[in-house]
């Protein structure tokens, strides 16, 4: 069985720092606001749907 939580801080220097970390290496982008909105907006949900689509056949 699959358990999720979540949950929010109130600032990025929260997070502990083995994941903070990990996302200035490999994810810089998702540290700070975009600069502009795009449409589609990509969501966790389309995301996973269209990496899944992607790596189906390996």
């Known amino acids: 069985m699959l358990i999720g939580n979540s949950g929010k801080y109130n600032s990025i220097s929260e997070l502990p720092e083995n994941i903070l970390d990990y996302t200035q290496l490999n994810y810089p ?3 700070s ?26």
Request: hydrophobic share 20%; glycine share 0%.
């Open 29 to 31: 982008k998702f540290l």
């Open 33 to 58: 606001v975009p600069e502009q909105y795009k449409v589609p907006n990509e969501d966790s949900w389309t995301y996973y749907r269209n990496w899944k689509r992607k790596h189906r056949n390996r």
